[in-house]
């Protein structure tokens, strides 16, 4: 299984970026992906999950309503829209997958994890 995510940058708060997150190598049409972060000095945190299962989606509490996950099954991608930025987002991003399928924002139960995209948001 690789993942990987791109689509990182610098943006002014208020900004917006679009991060993508190619995935292949499933065996199994039904898993989740994840999206994760980790700021400097603290520890990777949930951001969204969606599951290919259930459909089912998650956001962490402090990205709702300015984050929305979304899924390009035919290319097997999965996007995270990020409006209305802020300096507290600033953190290398991570994709992630979890085999099972059910989704969540708990990165044990992920297996399978992508290279970092940093996102940098300037106040």
């Known amino acids: 299984v690789q993942l990987q995510a791109c689509g990182g940058g610098l943006v002014h708060a208020g900004g917006s970026l679009k991060l993508s997150c190619a995935a292949s190598?499933?065996?199994?049409?039904?898993?989740?992906i994840g999206w994760f972060r980790q700021a400097p000095g603290r520890e990777r945190e949930g951001v969204s999950c969606?599951?290919?299962?259930?459909?089912?989606?998650y956001y962490a509490d402090s990205v709702k309503g300015r984050f929305t996950i979304s899924s390009d099954n035919a290319n097997k991608k999965v996007y995270l829209q990020m409006n209305n930025l802020k300096p507290e987002d600033t953190a290398v991003y991570y994709c992630?997958?979890?085999?099972?399928?059910?989704?969540?924002?708990?990165?044990?139960?992920?297996?399978?994890w992508g290279q970092g995209t940093l996102v940098t948001v300037s106040s």
């Open positions: 190598g499933f065996t199994t049409k039904f898993y989740a």
């Open positions: 969606v599951s290919y299962s259930d459909g089912s989606i």
């Open positions: 992630a997958g979890d085999p099972d399928g059910w989704g969540s924002l708990r990165e044990d139960e992920y297996n399978y």
